[in-house]
């Protein structure tokens, strides 16, 4: 508890040093604070590894820094994976609108599980991943996905896309 209150008054002692870091590396308002709290934790929970050898400032800082270049790194993704998305396509002259479209349309017609499974696949996760989201196996979840996409495959050659 004491050693809790030690990092508590340090922490507030430096708090200039996590808001001007969550500042810097996140634009909007809500990023900052999602940003600050993030920094706070993962010093929270390096304080245990903090050996005294720097000043707590320095160290703070270095921690606070590391936290704010993996964030930036893993908010640069998303952003990137959220522009590519087929399933925002907002631009109805883009030629995989109509792709994004089609598929949505045909995957609602796939059975709950397909559908969870192959939205899941499109995401970019692993079959790894999926197995352990949807608590199946690796093999039953490819058997699955594999299913699926022949169903679209077969929908496709049926009513082929006009672009």
Known sequence: ?????????SL?????????????YAREA????????????QALTAWPRFEAKAQFSTWLYRVCLNTALSWQRREQKRKEAEADSMWE?????????????????HMRRLDPTSRMLLSLKLDGYSMAEIADITGLNVNQ????????????????????LSI
């Open 1 to 9: 508890m004491a050693n809790q209150a030690a990092f508590l008054e």
């Open 89 to 105: 396509l907002e631009n109805q002259n883009d030629p995989r609108h109509a792709q994004a479209e089609w598929l949505l349309e």
């Open 12 to 24: 507030n002692q430096n708090r200039a040093i996590v808001y001007k870091l969550s500042r810097l």
């Open 141 to 160: 979840a490819t058997v699955k996905i594999h299913r699926a996409k022949n169903q679209l495959t077969q929908w496709l050659q049926q009513n082929p």
């Open 30 to 41: 809500d990023e900052q604070h999602d940003l600050f709290q993030e920094m706070v934790l």
